[in-house]
């Protein structure tokens, strides 16, 4: 079929440059059945010189189509319309009018020739033949980089990675910035630009925004506190964000924490949507909410602010458990056992850890194994030969290479881990401690008979369930467990008759919780009032039951109620009720019956949500958010109330993650770095692994481009 003719318009309009004919030449269409013959044939390497990179090499042709003399056209001049041509045998002319272009553009001795290695740095030209989308697209997604795998801001001005970036696209590394000052200042406008992003996710939360912080002392011993913020999204999803890494300046007391906590929530404009704040078990935590509530609200009370303190769930457990190894002392003992070390009298530190039974002979062992190349080497010598003696594991997995495990003076989990892996390893270590060697060098006292080893499993056995309990409700809450609060109740229950069955713990409730861990069941559908009646039947416990449901009313009553539009029913009944009208002719006894029945009614009109939602029987649902959502309508303000409550995290783990990956950036080698760039750093990386915000830029009208798979 013959090409259209050409319309008046694409005939008046100016003519097109040379590069835009040379884009449109390479597009080449393929025949309808190709053949390998019908492929572009590869040429030449090209013209190596410098030039290349700001031209067109063309050639003349006759009328034959027989080529005559190359020529050079100069990018810049055919962008302005006016392109200039030379002689391409020699390239002295084109590079000599290539000088005077940037001489006349920058006002400098710029010299374009000079190798990309050597020369500084040069303005971005006006002319590019790659795309300013794709620039900043690029850009961003370098940002990312340096985010995610927290390396330093000059790794893109290493000399191997300059000439990559060059092989692969000469045009491309010359239009991009990636000096370490072009990706800080890159930083500091991205953070800003997504924190708008983030602000308005919180502006729009379905709940209320509940807050955790803690404290951290960083490589280059800065104290830090990590403020990180839960609610439910529109879609009811349970979303966790790191707000600030603050430096925390001066005593760390309650007072001076609550400065620090009330500027972040202020610069983030959440003073009127905190919900609750969890934290650890400190005193100073306790005074710090005081004082960080007190200045939100002055109309809190000391029981309002009491029933927004929760305690983080993982630091109970810790204590229980500690409590439980080590004694009643542990943080005595423990900080007797880093004496010791920091002393470098490591036999009285081996005399500390053996009081403490087969625990601490096991820590002694474990230590003694660990301390010298030569030792460990010899306990998996033990291990192989133990492995390759066992023939009978045909489908066993093998435990050779496994190493012992080390606990330490603060994390009881590692404790556990350690006897665990003691009781794998059991046959290595007993074969290891009859060693000719070892037994010249390790006391008598530390080895570990029999009844020592069945004791380890029995504690194995006891502390187990603790350290299920931290796994699982340390997580992001998903299929309506993992990390929500009323997973605490439940879970509290659950070790208490672990323990009692052991006769090892008293059941009691500390005074002071707060009524929201009760809420937390009562409003959860399949667990409901009828769990805690089941669950807290003795005389006592019964008590229990009515304070948790008298707490949960009074703060319905309290913080949802006036702040909640009722219906147009309850508003009419209200209304009538609120002002009865009393005829002025009337008598004692009339008055009297239209005072009780207008105090029913009101009883009937506020209480029936509350209510009728208590009267339903348990219902089967396996997220309780998503059953609240279904029924916002039936129950307007009790389902706020709920949604509210379920998004209370149980843990203040996000703040101990934050601090961990923090710790990866914060290398031996960067520790010059302000908190305040460690700050954007963290909160970018967590906003984009948490699908917050995304880093790419929009490329040709498609959605912007995640940075690989951060989850």
């Known amino acids: 079929m013959l090409p259209s003719p050409p319309s008046a318009f694409a005939l008046l309009q100016s003519p097109r440059n040379l590069a835009s004919q040379f884009e449109l030449a390479t597009q080449t269409a393929l025949p309808d059945h190709p053949t390998v013959a019908d492929l572009p044939q590869a040429g030449s390497k090209g013209r190596k010189s410098w030039i290349k990179r700001h031209g067109l090499f063309v050639v003349e042709i006759d009328t034959n189509d027989s080529p005559l003399s190359p020529y050079w056209a100069c990018r810049l001049c055919d962008a302005k319309g ?74 893109f001005s290493d000399t191997f990675f300059q ?100 500027q972040v929530v202020r610069e983030w404009k959440i003073e009127d949507r ?13 005074t710090c909410l005081l004082n960080f509530y007190g200045d939100l ?41 880093q004496v010791f070390n920091f002393l470098g009298r490591y036999e009285d530190d081996l005399r500390h850890w053996r009081k403490k039974g087969p625990v601490g002979k096991l820590h002694n062992v474990v230590k003694f194994i660990r301390s010298s190349p030569q030792r460990s080497e010899l306990f998996k010598k033990i291990s192989r030969e133990n492995d390759e003696a066992q ?11 496994l190493e012992v495990v080390m606990n330490n003076d603060t994390r009881w989990n590692s404790t556990y881990l350690m006897m665990s892996r003691a009781l794998v390893k059991q046959g290595d270590i007993r074969a290891f401690l009859v060693h000719p060697e070892v037994e010249k060098w390790l006391p008598e006292a530390d080895m570990l008979k029999g009844d020592d080893w069945r004791l380890l499993a029995e504690i194995k056995h006891i502390v187990e369930p603790f350290y299920l309990q931290t796994m699982r409700t340390q997580g992001w809450g998903s299929e309506g467990g993992n990390g929500r609060l009323w997973e605490v109740m439940t879970g509290v229950e659950y070790l208490l008759e672990h323990l009692e069955d052991r006769k090892l713990f008293h059941h009691v409730v500390p005074d002071d919780a707060s009524p929201l861990f009760a809420a937390s069941i009562i409003l959860h559908p399949s667990l409901g009032m009828s769990y805690l009646e089941v669950n807290w039947a003795s005389e006592e416990q019964l008590v229990w039951v009515r304070d948790a449901k ?27 009720v609120t002002f009865p009208i009393v005829p002025r002719k009337t008598s004692e006894a009339s008055v009297f019956r239209q005072w009780v029945k207008s105090r029913t009614a009101k009883t009937t009109a506020m209480g029936s949500e509350l209510e009728r939602y208590l009267r339903l029987e348990p219902q089967e649902t396996e997220d309780p958010i998503e059953w609240w959502m279904g029924r916002r309508g039936q129950f307007p303000m009790i389902s706020q109330l709920a949604l509210d409550i379920l998004a209370i995290p149980a843990m203040a783990t996000d703040c101990e993650r934050s601090f961990s990956l923090a710790k990866l950036t914060l290398t031996s ?30 490329a040709g009208g498609r959605d912007e481009l995640p940075v690989g798979d951060w989850k």
């Open 82 to 155: 006016q392109p200039e041509f030379f002689a391409a045998a020699a390239t002295s002319l084109a590079a000599e009018h290539l000088r005077r272009i940037f001489e006349s553009s920058q006002g400098a001795d710029t010299d374009p020739s000079t190798d990309e290695t050597e020369r500084p740095k040069r303005r971005r030209l006006q002319y590019s033949a790659v795309p300013r989308a794709r620039v900043a697209m690029i850009r961003e997604l370098s940002l990312g980089l340096l985010i995610n795998t927290n390396v330093p801001f000059s790794f």
């Open 163 to 262: 000439q990559l970036t060059w092989q692969l696209d000469p045009h491309l590394s010359d239009q991009i910035s990636w000096s370490r000052q072009s990706m800080s200042r890159l930083l500091d406008d991205m953070y800003k630009t997504k924190k708008d992003g983030v602000k308005q996710e919180l502006s729009d939360a379905l709940s209320k925004i509940h807050l955790g912080f803690d404290l951290w002392t960083s490589p280059n011993r800065h104290a830090v506190m990590a403020v990180t913020a839960h609610f439910l999204d529109r879609q009811g999803k349970h979303q966790s964000r790191l707000l600030a890494l603050r430096r925390q300046l001066g005593c760390h007391s309650g007072e001076n924490l609550a400065v620090t906590l009330g």
């Open 274 to 286: 905190v919900g609750t704040v969890t934290s650890d078990n400190a005193s100073s935590n306790d």
């Open 297 to 337: 609200n002055t109309e809190m009370s000391l029981v309002d602010i009491r029933a927004r303190r929760m305690r983080c769930y993982g630091h109970i457990l810790n204590l229980v458990a500690r409590a439980f190894l080590y004694g009643e002392d542990f943080e005595a003992f423990e900080a007797e056992s």
């Open 391 to 401: 023939e009978y594991l045909l489908a066993g997995e093998s435990t050779a290479e």
């Open 550 to 576: 008298i707490g949960l009313s009074d703060y319905l009553d309290r913080w949802y109620r006036c702040s909640r539009p009722v219906d147009e029913q309850q508003k009419a009944i209200v209304e009538t």
């Open 669 to 698: 080698q960067r520790l010059s770095m302000t908190t305040e760039t460690l700050e954007k750093l963290q909160c970018l990386k967590n906003w984009v692994r948490h699908g917050a915000v995304k880093l790419g830029a929009t």
